[in-house]
């Protein structure tokens, strides 16, 4: 009932840029925070960026001042924008959100399927 679809990924040179995009579909349930993930194989997943519902953001010390996380709730969207991107941002990025429903009970932490970023030196 819940779906999250990211896109925006691809291959970028090193000091590029990049948007990841996060749009979700089905119940349109409340969001308490959103955030994106990054992996890279063997490592765990760990956290780039995260949004609440009250407007705090959360950055990863990797990411802080490159990064910027925002939504548009008018088109049911999270964005990451990544601007000078280095080789070791090179990962598979994940969004995530955990909705609440109207009386603020937890719904579920859902993920997108991940979108590959790839930072060429």
């Known amino acids: 009932q819940v779906r999250l679809a990211e896109s925006g990924g691809g291959l970028v040179q090193a000091g590029g840029s990049l948007r990841l995009s996060c749009t979700r579909s089905?119940?349109?349930?409340?969001?308490?925070?959103m955030g994106w993930w990054r992996q890279v194989p063997g490592k765990q997943r760990e956290l780039v960026a995260q949004?609440?519902?009250?407007?705090?953001?959360v950055y990863s010390d990797a990411v802080k001042g490159r990064f910027t996380i925002s939504r548009e709730d008018d088109k049911n969207t999270m964005y990451l924008q990544m601007s000078n991107l280095a080789p070791e941002d090179t990962a598979v990025y994940y969004c995530?959100?955990?909705?609440?429903?109207?009386?603020?009970?937890?719904?579920?932490?859902?993920w997108g399927q991940g979108t590959q970023v790839t930072v060429s030196s």
């Open positions: 995530n959100m955990d909705l609440r429903d109207t009386g603020n009970r937890p719904i579920g932490n859902f």
């Open positions: 089905g119940i349109l349930f409340r969001i308490n925070t």
């Open positions: 949004l609440s519902s009250g407007g705090s953001t």
